[in-house]
């Protein structure tokens, strides 16, 4: 596999000297991550060939599932050890990194959330350095770098935190836009289907970046926009951070929307739409998927769910999120074009990753979500599919999408694991 790096070269705005200092040590410090993530792919692989033995020892022994322990066999015997300690020397160059930009920024704020990041680098006090970054006073700087709890692919992971970064200046216009769009839809605080739900709604932050690297698993997933953290127990005592990303929104047009726009719809339809309107609208759907996820943090769902939980809960926020779409509509806060941009672009996310024969273990969960959202809508007759083209009814398809967020919702808030598993079935 190629090197899990991405560096980007977005148009930045004018940056102080001592922003410039400081932001070439982030990058350095980001760069790095990536041979890190390198080391535990590889690592992966190995946990994969003695998946029955670690399940087994797990049961003996909690540190195994661990989001932040190696495992190894020694004399026939699995043991893990701290990420901290596995990998201190790859560990420790960038920590200094870290610590070198915290002490020269003249962003005293900023400085504090990077020293606890390097410490926790160093210490694995993980949970410290994400509650200073949840709470610090927003910087026209931000990186987000270490292991990463992501719940996405917990079997082969063993729920294994991957190591990240991504380093990013602030899309002062794209930030405003964003919160504007917070305020309306968080606004609505849409009732809970069951009182297993955690309330954040007060505790979000969002951001829109430039981004100028991503490193890590960030680079593989190439992330257009993420929420984080993952562990319901930070983000309800200290809120969540939405952040997204204008140079990966552009990736992603680039290599998966267009293409598959290109060929899956007739050229009469095609004229209907301009680039930018596609852009935007792959964006704002993005943006409005992270806000949903504030509304379906459903405290047991991942538990009942199991392996079928990334999936649902991804998909429930897209489909939730053009639905709130709708309440953006009547607001006139978007129009009817980038209504149906965003879901025309989702539909080409889906249809490309339904196509792929070969998907990779974190994508499997945009193939399952993809093949939920397409067959149902099939279903519905919103969508239609002639000569392999797709034919498109916007009035159904708007309907449907309300049926489908109930749906998937209800699994989250109360659903078994047999009910989404016959759920997954009629539809994949
Ligand atoms: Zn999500």
Not at 346 to 356: A, D, P, T
């Amino acid at each position: 596999m190629d090197e899990p790096l991405i560096v980007f070269n977005p148009k930045l705005p004018r940056l102080s000297k001592n922003e410039g200092k400081v932001l070439k040590l982030l990058v350095e410090a980001g760069k790095s991550i990536s041979p890190l993530y390198l080391e535990q792919e590889k690592q992966i692989k190995k946990n994969s060939l003695i998946k029955e033995e670690i399940n087994k020892a797990s049961k003996t022994n909690a540190a195994i599932l661990s989001p932040y322990t190696v495992l190894e066999k020694i004399d026939g015997k699995i043991v893990t050890i701290p990420y901290h300690v596995k990998y201190a020397k790859l560990l420790r160059p960038i920590a200094d990194k870290l610590s070198e930009a915290a002490s020269i920024t003249d962003d005293k704020d900023f400085g504090k959330v990077l020293q606890l990041q390097a410490k926790a680098l160093l210490d694995g006090s993980y949970d410290k350095a994400t509650i200073a970054w949840l709470k610090f006073k927003p910087y026209i700087l931000d990186i987000q770098i270490g292991p990463v709890a992501y719940n996405l692919d917990d079997q082969i992971f063993h729920e294994k935190a991957p190591y990240q970064a991504w380093v990013g200046v602030m899309d002062t216009e794209g930030t405003k836009r964003l919160n504007n769009y917070k305020t309306i839809v968080l606004g609505t605080r849409r009732k809970a289907m069951s009182e297993d739900r955690i309330d954040n709604y007060e505790k979000v932050r969002a951001r829109v970046n430039d981004v100028i690297l991503f490193s890590g698993f960030m680079a593989r997933m190439k992330f257009v926009g993420i929420n984080l953290p993952m562990d319901l127990n930070i983000v309800e005592r200290y809120g969540s951070q939405i952040t997204l990303f204008n140079q990966s929104n552009d990736l992603r047009m680039k290599e998966i929307i267009l293409p598959t726009f290109n060929q899956l719809f007739s050229s009469e339809f095609r004229e209907g739409f301009e680039l930018e309107d596609l852009r935007r609208g792959y964006l704002r759907a993005t943006a409005l998927h992270e806000l949903a996820h504030s509304f379906l943090y459903y405290k047991h769902a991942s538990e009942n769910l199991k392996d079928l939980f990334p999936a649902i809960y991804e998909l429930a926020a897209t489909i939730l999120g053009m639905r709130m779409a709708g309440s953006l509509l009547l607001k006139e806060r978007i129009t009817e074009k980038m209504l149906e941009s965003m879901i025309i672009t989702f539909l080409c996310r889906s249809l490309y990753y339904m196509k792929q024969s070969k998907v990779n273990n974190p994508m499997i969960n945009y193939v399952l979500g993809g093949s939920i959202f397409v067959n149902s809508m099939l279903e519905s007759g919103a969508l239609n599919m002639i000569k392999g083209m797709a034919v498109v009814n916007f009035m159904k398809m708007f309907l449907s999408l309300h049926e489908l967020s109930d749906t998937l919702e209800h699994l989250l808030s109360f659903g078994t694991y047999i009910e989404a598993e016959n759920f997954v079935k009629k539809y994949t």
